[in-house]
């Protein structure tokens, strides 16, 4: 007895395409113009089986033989598989991998998919003859060639400036650095428990930026229960540095352009608890520019 074969699948068009595409176009949108949230999460998950279902389209061509597991599987697969080779490749060149680096190589290959699959531009032969029909201007007059022509000519040369630009190299802008120090110039030695009565020494460093300017090293002692709402009072520049819960002391500095300025601090605490020394460094008008902190124990 031969057994019968059941029969096979009809061939059926490959159905949500455009809807892909514009799921892809509108993830892409979302991500240049609006910050991380809950709802373009949402949007990114649809977004990365939405890449692999245009895959899926160009591989199997304009008929389903696939039933709707097959789908689900294939396209999760290809999303995986696409999505790894696509960040992989935007982080060879350079580029960081990022969501949006990702869905600018996904979304041609959606708009592919989408063109391919439409009735009058089914084949390769379809797209490359219409692709070819973009720069066809044999019914443009003398001077509507001229302008056609000079306008091409202005994008290709804005395509390799901006090319030629991206290997140009810029120098960094420095920005001022606050750094803190022990007695032997290395951070092994900062004093972390201090004896009343008994000073610890603190070297502070800081750097200037690309431009000079008048700065101000500020040091405050904070207890770490505080709640951050009390205020604090001016200790005098004494030698050693008298501080208490909610002292702060300052120092006038003028820092020239990537000039360092460095100078040892004898700082006696003078109560008992846990401690946050907090060093920063605050420009012409107040603002802090760089900081650093030292958690400590004084008995």
Known sequence: MIPVEPPRRASAPFPFVGLAVAVLMLYAVLVAIFPPNVYR?????????????????????????????EVLGFTVGLTILFTSLAALA???????????????????VGLLAWYLRRPQGGSWTAFLAQAKGLFDFSDYSQLEKLTAGVLLAAIAVALVALVALSTVNFPDRLSPALAID???????????????????????????????GNFTVRIRLIPTNATGTEPFHVVPPTTPLLLDAFAEAGTGVTLAPGATWTQPFSIQIEKAGSFELRFDLLDSGGAVVAGTHLFVQAT
Do not use: H
């Open 90 to 108: 935007v982080s060879s060149l350079g580029v960081p991998i990022t969501e949006f680096a990702v869905i600018i190589l996904g979304l041609p």
């Open 41 to 69: 999460t949402a949007v990114a998950i649809a977004t990365f089986f939405a890449m692999g279902y245009c895959i899926l389209a160009l591989v199997v061509g304009r008929a389903v033989r696939l039933s709707a597991p």
């Open 182 to 212: 022990g007695p032997d110039g290395t951070p092994n030695t900062l004093p972390t428990l201090f004896v009343r009565g008994q000073p610890g020494v603190v070297v502070v460093s800081a750097l200037g930026g690309s431009t000079s």
